[in-house]
C-alpha cells in the first residue's frame, strides 16, 4: 500500500466517525480500537468519561495500520513528545498538513 493510501485509510477512519459523542456507538467502537492495541499508552485504559481526542488519533492510526510509525497516546502533550521523539513533529506556522496528519494547536 502506498503512504498515499494509507494516509486517506487514517482520513476515512477519522470521517467514520464524525458526529461521535460520549457514550455513542462511535465513540465506543474508538475506544475498542484503542484499548485494544498493545501495548497500551501508559498502560491506561481510556475509559467512556476520558477527553477523547488524542485517543481517536491513535484509533485512526491503529486502524489504518500505522500506529508503528506514529505511535499511540491518550495524552495530547504526550503525544507531542512522542512525535518529536520519532522525528515527524513539525513545528512551523507556514507548514500545509496533508491527508492524514495530525494537528495540534494551542
Do not use: F
Amino acid at each position: 500500500m502506498t503512504e498515499k493510501e494509507l494516509r486517506q485509510k487514517v482520513a476515512d477512519a477519522i470521517t467514520s466517525w464524525v458526529g461521535a459523542t460520549k457514550g455513542s456507538t462511535k465513540h465506543k467502537e474508538i475506544l475498542a480500537i484503542y484499548n485494544g492495541h498493545k501495548p497500551l499508552a501508559r498502560g491506561y485504559t481510556v475509559k467512556t468519561t476520558d477527553a477523547y481526542c488524542a485517543t481517536t488519533v491513535s484509533a485512526a492510526y491503529i486502524k489504518a495500520g500505522i500506529a508503528e510509525y506514529t505511535g499511540t497516546e491518550c495524552g495530547v502533550e504526550k503525544y507531542v513528545e512522542i512525535a518529536k521523539g520519532l522525528g515527524i513533529w513539525v513545528e512551523n506556522d507556514a507548514h500545509k498538513p496533508g491527508i492524514g496528519d495530525a494537528c495540534v494547536y494551542d
